[in-house]
């Protein structure tokens, strides 16, 4: 394995590490709950990336694309779940709203799992294995993972701005932390691979993780002790 595939399995391992972290620290608080989901699917986004680089076998790396796109897609959704409730809950979703969540969810599988819809076919070149992309599968990605990040930082601003005290205090970490893994990730991760249809350098979104995960090390560690 390549020392940029290992660096991802790294990556994924300190991601994992935080996940249990966090919902160790308070396992029935919904704000913990949620941002170790968020952290977990970013763990499974990276490590599944990492191994599919490094497939030796096409059906092998035809699993690890499934395991990296489908971890990618939820990503979006439970950030959209944190915002609700961190600092505190500011919204009340309707079961119209949910289900239609879970149904923009089991879509978003399809078009990751059914081959042709977003992955036409896996160019393989260990350990730099790639594929070839389906635009509109890749926009309507981009489509739903936009739509989700931009509707949490909605949120996450709409409370900042009649927030003070250790309230602002804790949006500000938290938006700030947050906002380097999803700028750079979906820079490198999504729109560069639809601008030009190819992967290019997208394992280089993941490495953002590792200050988003220390800044928020820091922020749990402050708020739970």
Known sequence: MSLINLGLVFVAGVDLGMCFLILFLNPRNKINLFISLTTFALAGWTFGMGMFRSAGIEWQAWVWTWVQNGFGSLIPVFLFFVSIYFPYKSVVLKSWQLAAIFLSLVWMFI?????????KSIIMNVPNNSYQMNRLGIGYFNLHFYFYLVLAYIIFYKKFIVSSGILRTQLTYFIFSTIIVAVMGSIFGAIIPLLYNNLGLYWIGP?????????????IFRTNR
Do not use: K, N
């Open 111 to 119: 078009v990751v799992l059914i081959p042709g819809f977003w992955i």
């Open 207 to 219: 490495y953002f993780a590792v200050p988003t995960m220390l800044i928020l090390l820091s922020f």
